[in-house]
């Protein structure tokens, strides 16, 4: 019997959910990350590698958009650039210890 439009016996995935095994692979990311951070020594880090770290992490916990406009995104991402490159070194450690350190409850 050929699919019928508007047919409603679908026992599918429901629409939003999660596949099992993406949701799983990504909680044990989430582990093996969380376990990595407590052995990254920030302190020794130059500026250029706490940033490099700060873009690399942003990719994995802000969601990609879609669709964005390019002109409005420029001007945000550069002024929090220059924000970041303005601050002191060990404000900047001391502020990514911080966070590191309440996301992980300690």
């Known amino acids: 019997m050929p699919f019928k439009k508007g047919h ?25 990350m969380s376990e990595a951070f407590t ?17 690399i992490g942003v990719g994995y916990l802000i969601p990609k958009l879609k669709y964005t406009e390019i002109s409005e995104e420029e001007n945000l991402h550069s002024d929090w650039i220059e924000k970041v490159m303005s601050t002191d070194p060990k404000e900047l450690h001391k502020k990514i210890s911080q966070s590191i350190q309440y996301r992980h409850g300690k």
């Open 8 to 32: 409603k016996l679908s026992n599918g995935r429901p629409k939003g959910s999660e596949n099992k095994i993406s949701s799983e692979i990504k909680y044990k990311l989430q582990d093996l």
């Open 39 to 55: 052995k990254i020594d920030i302190a020794q880090m130059n500026q250029v590698q706490l940033l490099k770290l700060i873009q």
